[in-house]
Nanobody
Framework: VQLQASGGGLVQAGGSLRLSCAASGGTFDYYAMAWIRQAPGKEREFVAGITWGGGDIYYTDSVQGRFTISRDNAKNTVYLQMNSLRPEDTATYYC???????????????????WGQGTLVTVSS
């Protein structure tokens, strides 16, 4: 499975962006999907995760109520709608796929089967 993340950019605080992660080369429906970010000089942080059918969704506390993860299995794509962005959201955002839901349920930043290349989000104050 190949994952291609896109949608990053420069936005002012309070603004919005929507990230997309398009999957190819595999059966997308079988994978739980996650967005994980890494800010400069910091460790990777789990942002959001969604199970195969979208029935279970997880967020880290700092984005709860501002970010929304969703998926369209017909388009093999997972999205992250980011609203009310803050400077501390600045990071490279990666999408990742896992064959089980354990990773996202544990808010894990490792153990995924596939990773996208990352897309940079910069939020100016």
């Amino acid at each position: 499975v190949q994952l291609q993340a896109s949608g990053g950019g420069l936005v002012q605080a309070g603004g919005s962006l929507r990230l997309s992660c398009a999957a190819s080369g595999g059966t997308f429906d079988y994978y739980a999907m996650a967005w994980i970010r890494q800010a400069p000089g910091k460790e990777r942080e789990f942002v959001a995760g969604i199970t195969w059918g979208g029935g279970d969704i997880y967020y880290t506390d700092s984005v709860q109520g501002r970010f929304t993860i969703s998926r369209d299995n017909a388009k093999n794509t997972v999205y992250l709608q980011m609203n009310s962005l803050r400077p501390e959201d600045t990071a490279t955002y990666y999408c990742a796929a896992a064959r089980t839901g354990r990773n996202i349920a544990a808010s894990a930043t490792t153990g995924y089967d596939y990773w996208g290349q990352g897309t940079l989000v910069t939020v100016s104050s």
